[in-house]
């Protein structure tokens, strides 16, 4: 069994940047790829960035691409994604997620952290 912890996220004005992490803990755990999806009000979950359990290997929704950067600390067990350049389409409840590498689908959620970004 995998836990994971967000923490970070809040107000940001457009243009802003924000960083939200997320910690890992349970058996196994720094063996998994990690990442974050998000979902907005009336809308499904979608992936927004991975990592692979090394950190070497990383891929990003279009969405966010040269906007977003996410990293890995393997000693803490944790990630980190920090957001630039934020538009308030980027609102939506974040959630860290934990599953095999290139992470399609999450084996494990975290509870999720709100980011919303005011125009």
Not at 18 to 27: W, Y
């Amino acid at each position: 069994q995998v836990q994971l912890v967000e923490s970070g996220g809040g107000l940001v004005q457009a243009g802003g940047s924000l960083r939200i992490s997320c910690a890992a803990s349970g058996r196994h755990s720094g063996t998994y790829a990690m990442g974050w999806f998000r979902q907005a009000p009336g809308k499904e979950r979608e992936f927004v960035a991975a990592i692979s359990w090394s950190g070497g290997n990383t891929h990003y929704a279009d969405s966010v691409k040269a906007r977003f950067s996410i990293s890995r600390d393997r000693i803490k067990n944790e990630v980190s994604l920090q957001m630039n350049s934020l538009k308030p389409e980027d609102t939506a409840v974040y959630y860290c997620a934990a599953a095999p590498w290139p992470l399609k689908r999450a084996d494990y959620w975290g509870q999720g952290t709100q980011v919303t970004v005011s125009s």
